[in-house]
């Protein structure tokens, strides 16, 4: 009989408002600060929603060679730097020898939107022989895996998801997956997202999805609380190296956890909202949780989706009491969007790098700004400050338009 192909963490890189690279947004994660600032590079005096969790003092040329980060929306530009610095991270070496069996999935949910604008304006505004003969390849999303793999040399399997706020989930879920199944022995995996653009500002504002607290930016993200009245966008970026665990202690690869499930489900219900009870978010938490053989009482952390919108904070929670019953009010949850902001594709990934440090460090971020507690959201989110606690195994959800549900499970190597 075959055997039971395991996966290890042995790599992360990180990219948020709160840092260019994993320590720096780390050490600001568990500190309870704020990414959260007013938006200042574009008019958004007629948007409702004028603030962001913007990435700061990024210069592409600094990390990547020039010419390719010309061709490069920012998105991808983003998750080149974060899987260098993963694959650094991971002192894994890809070469001749060993490069067909190392793949890359990076999603995104939105791609290249600031390409596609600043394009049509130009198509608008001149005609069309101006508009950039780079216009395709910068903007579709498959474009984040595509130029991580020409930088790593990796040709193993590449790919990309486009499940909205579920794709970086989905990306890592996927490749976990592929690793099992023996069709790779590494994979480069994670999400990237760049749409803090006019138009994007613009669409979910109109939605009435984002917060209006512009007045006080830092305070805007607040899920959990009975004064939460929506997201705050996000940028950034989030990769790990999933390494099939006899590979990486081959090689004597530091390892930061084991990887033991991927949980999927769809909503089949509205093109944005969840089902109200939760049955199907629920679902997605317990199919991780079997294919890993883990038992519910064993389950220490989750990092939830945690949108801070009111419907998605509320419905998360239900799934959550729905999936672990009585052992729901004994589990340590948290919401890493209130200090990130939403980083639509790129979230999932960010928050199940997070997941892998709380796993790693024992330290649970907080959920900042909840200050007064949702009746309906009555389990206990780590508010304020982060609590240091033994965590054997971790969860990450994730929740994207469409219905596209993720659940990650983490645990201790060893």
């Given amino acids: 009989m075959e055997r039971e192909r395991r996966v290890v963490v042995t790599g992360l890189g990180l990219l948020t408002a709160l840092g260019l690279e994993l320590g720096e947004s780390w050490k600001n994660l568990i500190e309870g600060r704020s990414g959260v600032s007013a938006v200042e590079h574009f008019d958004v005096s007629k948007i409702a929603c004028r603030i962001a969790a913007q990435v700061k003092d990024f210069q592409a040329k600094d990390h990547m060679d020039f010419k390719a980060a010309k061709r490069m929306d920012r998105f991808a530009q983003f998750a080149v730097k974060s899987s260098k610095d993963a694959v650094d991270d991971s002192r894994l070496v890809i070469d001749d020898s060993n490069s067909h069996r190392v793949g890359v999935i990076v999603g995104s949910g939105v791609g290249g939107l600031e390409t596609l604008e600043k394009q049509h304006i130009r198509l608008l505004e001149k005609d069309g022989s101006k508009v950039s003969p780079f216009l395709i390849p910068m903007m579709i999303p498959n474009m984040a895996a595509a130029h991580v793999s020409i930088a790593s040399g990796a040709r193993g399997p590449v790919s990309a998801t486009s499940t909205a706020c579920a794709a970086g989930s989905n990306a890592i879920g996927d490749a976990f997956e592929i690793i099992k199944r023996g069709l790779a022995d590494a994979m480069i995996a ?117 949108t801070s919108t009111p419907l998605n904070d509320a419905i998360e929670t239900a799934a959550i009491k729905r999936c672990f019953g009585k052992k729901a009010y004994g589990l340590s949850v948290s919401s890493t969007k209130s200090m990130t902001g939403h980083c639509l594709g790129a979230s999932g990934a960010v928050e199940a790098v997070a997941s892998v440090m709380a796993v790693n460090e024992d330290i649970i971020p907080p959920t900042i700004n ?28 994730s929740m994207g338009f469409g219905g596209h549900n993720v659940t990650l499970g983490f645990k201790k190597y060893g």
Avoid: Q, W
């Avoid at 007064?372 to 959800?397: M, R």
């Fill in 190 to 306: 994670g999400g990237s997202e760049a749409a803090i653009t006019p138009m994007g500002m613009s669409g979910f504002s109109n939605m009435n999805a984002m917060s209006s607290k512009n007045d006080d930016p830092e305070a805007a993200s607040r899920p959990f609380d009975r004064d939460r009245d929506g997201f705050v966008m996000g940028e950034g970026s989030g990769i790990m190296i999933l390494e099939e665990l006899e590979h990486a202690v081959a090689r004597g690869a530091r390892i930061y956890c084991e990887m033991f499930g991927y949980g999927m489900s769809g909503e089949a219900f509205h093109i944005t909202a969840l089902e109200e009870s939760g049955s199907n978010v629920a679902r997605c938490i317990a199919l991780c949780l079997e294919e890993g053989s883990i038992d519910k009482e064993e389950v220490d952390y989750i990092n939830a989706h945690g």
């Fill in 370 to 397: 909840l200050d007064n507690p949702d009746p309906a959201c009555d389990l206990d989110y780590t508010a304020k400050v982060k609590k240091k606690k033994k965590i054997n195994v971790a969860l990450s959800n």
